[in-house]
Every structure is written in structure tokens, then in C-alpha cells.
T-cell receptor, first 109, second 113 residues
Framework: GQSLEQPSEVTAVEGAIVQINCTYQ??????LSWYQQHDGGAPTFLSYNALDGLEETGRFSSFLSRSDSYGYLLLQELQMKDSASYFC??????????FGPGTRLSVLP | DAGITQSPRHKVTETGTPVTLRCHQT?????MYWYRQDPGHGLRLIHY???????DKGEVSDGYSVSRSKTEDFLLTLESATSSQTSVYFC????????????FGPGTRLTVT
């Protein structure tokens, strides 16, 4: 079946760079997605990587290596508002999605 | 923001009562999903729909049923609520199945006493 692993918690200071890793096992891989969720809120889509390499969107970048079944989310110039949980997600036999357990990021002043 | 609403936003109910949660979208997306989120478990798929009247089970479907009679509405029913179904329920939509992005509704916090 499909499974994903992420670190449970990451802590960093304001202005720093942090990387959140995701390793996956899945059948029929199409791509890796990332979502952000603030406490009490809904998950919001951040990025989607279908091909190997780095995709940049402002302060956030996402990387995928299909051969290593691995990806990461890179957050630069951290701000207090980046404190949230971050989830990676992969397709489940191309019919729906499976989410990782989530990484809670705490940004300290 | 994608046009997704959920109702009710909060509900407290008693064990054994039926409960229906509604998800409504204005994006005309084909795929709709119901998830539950519990501490330590992330997002778990309950049921999903790939078109009107076309639904399938997810990872944690026991005790839940769904219906989709119109593109814009996806209903989740707890036939006889149990305390283990106390959770936050999220609806999501996507244009493509298993690829790209999903857009989530604001969530429904359900408490079963």
C-alpha cells in the first residue's frame, strides 16, 4: 500500500531556512503535493511536483527525486506566520490521495 | 479561494443519532473527497466521488455512507454516530484524480457525546 514518512516536528528561528522531508512508497506514482495547515484551519495547497527537480514559488520551494522516492519542502526567510503543520501527499492508485502524518513547524523569534 | 462550503461548521450530537454533513462546491470539479482529521493521524480518507452517483470507499469508511446526486453537493452520513467519530471533517475537491492539487473546505467539528 501507500505510505509516507515525515518528521513529526521541526523548529527554526525567524529568517532561517528549513527543509521538511518526505519519503514515500506508492504504486502508480504521478507526483508529490505539499499542503500547509494552520491550527484550527483547513489545509491549503502549496505545490505539486510531477517531475524531478526543484520548483520555486516565492519563499517556498519543493523538490522531488522519483528515483529515491523522496521529496522536500524548503521554506526560506522564515516568518512567524509560517508556523503551521505541513503535509506531503501522493496519489493512491491514481484515484485519490494519501497524506503523510504531517510535520509541525515552529518558528521562534 | 476555491468555492467550497461545509455545513454545519460545528455540531454536537448524541451517540446513536444519525448525522449528515454537507459539502457544496461552486467550481464544477469532478472529484470530491471526505476526510477526517484526528490528532496523531493526519488526514484520512473516508469516501470519495469521481462523478455524480459514482462513489468509492477510502481508508476509514466503516460507519459512514455518502451520496452525490448533483455535481456540486457531496453528503456524508453517519448512520448511527459513535464517540469514535468525534473528529474534524474536511471536504475537498480536485479537477484531476490523484494528481495536482486539492482544495479544502473550512471543516466541520463534530462532537459525539
Amino acid at each position: 500500500g501507500q505510505s509516507l514518512e515525515q518528521p513529526s516536528e521541526v523548529t527554526a528561528v525567524e529568517g532561517a531556512i528549513v527543509q521538511i522531508n518526505c519519503t514515500y512508497q506508492t504504486s502508480g506514482f504521478y507526483g508529490l503535493s505539499w499542503y500547509q495547515q494552520h491550527d484550527g484551519g483547513a489545509p491549503t495547497f502549496l505545490s505539486y511536483n510531477a517531475l524531478d527537480g526543484l520548483e520555486e514559488t516565492g519563499r517556498f520551494s519543493s523538490f522531488l527525486s522519483r528515483s529515491d522516492s523522496y521529496g522536500y519542502l524548503l521554506l526560506q526567510e522564515l516568518q512567524m506566520k509560517d508556523s503551521a503543520s505541513y503535509f506531503c501527499a501522493v496519489p493512491n492508485y491514481g484515484q485519490n490521495f494519501v497524506f503523510g502524518p504531517g510535520t509541525r513547524l515552529s518558528v521562534l523569534p | 479561494d476555491a468555492g467550497i462550503t461545509q455545513s454545519p461548521r460545528h455540531k454536537v450530537t448524541e451517540t446513536g443519532t444519525p448525522v449528515t454533513l454537507r459539502c457544496h462546491q461552486t467550481e464544477n470539479h469532478r472529484y470530491m473527497y471526505w476526510y477526517r482529521q484526528d490528532p496523531g493521524h493526519g488526514l484520512r480518507l473516508i469516501h470519495y466521488s469521481y462523478g455524480v452517483k459514482d462513489t468509492d470507499k477510502g481508508e476509514v469508511s466503516d460507519g459512514y455512507s455518502v451520496s452525490r446526486s448533483k455535481t456540486e453537493d457531496f453528503l456524508l452520513t453517519l448512520e448511527s454516530a459513535t464517540s469514535s467519530q468525534t473528529s474534524v471533517y474536511f471536504c475537498a475537491i480536485s479537477e484531476r484524480s490523484g494528481r495536482g492539487e486539492q482544495y479544502f473546505g473550512p471543516g466541520t467539528r463534530l462532537t459525539v457525546t
